[in-house]
């Protein structure tokens, strides 16, 4: 059964820094994405950051420079570094794995999602 399973998420100020980790369990194999997205109260699920095809990584333009996605294949998890964090970045982040195909930044394509970390940056 596979699993994800995300940390990390709190509560900093604006211009705080967190790094999220997603430790993914019961699955070894190559992934055609592994992303990040992330969902305000009242809003649509967003893509923040993706691996696409191996190493090839992209960003949510109004993230881009704040936030940076690795991966560890040694220990199987993915994380996402963000710094300058804004209030308008509190949301919950969710880690979703894709096996063969994926859309990001839309859902589509995903197979497996994490239960979520939230993320909360007070002014």
């Known amino acids: 059964q596979v699993q994800l399973l995300e940390s990390g998420g709190g509560s900093v100020q604006a211009g705080g820094s967190l790094r999220l980790s997603c430790a993914i369990s019961g699955y070894t194999g190559s992934s055609a994405c592994m992303s990040w997205f992330r969902q305000a109260p009242g809003k649509k699920r967003e893509g923040v950051a993706s691996f696409r095809l191996g190493d090839s990584t992209a960003y949510l333009e109004s993230m881009k420079g704040r936030v940076t996605i690795s991966k560890d294949n040694a220990k199987n998890t993915l994380y996402l570094q963000m710094s300058s964090l804004k209030p308008e970045d509190t949301a919950m982040y969710f880690c979703?794995?894709?096996?063969?195909?994926?859309?990001?930044?839309?859902?589509?394509?995903?197979?497996?999602w994490g239960q979520g970390t939230q993320v909360t940056v007070s002014s």
């Open positions: 979703a794995m894709a096996r063969w195909w994926c859309l990001w930044p839309s859902e589509d394509g995903f197979d497996y």
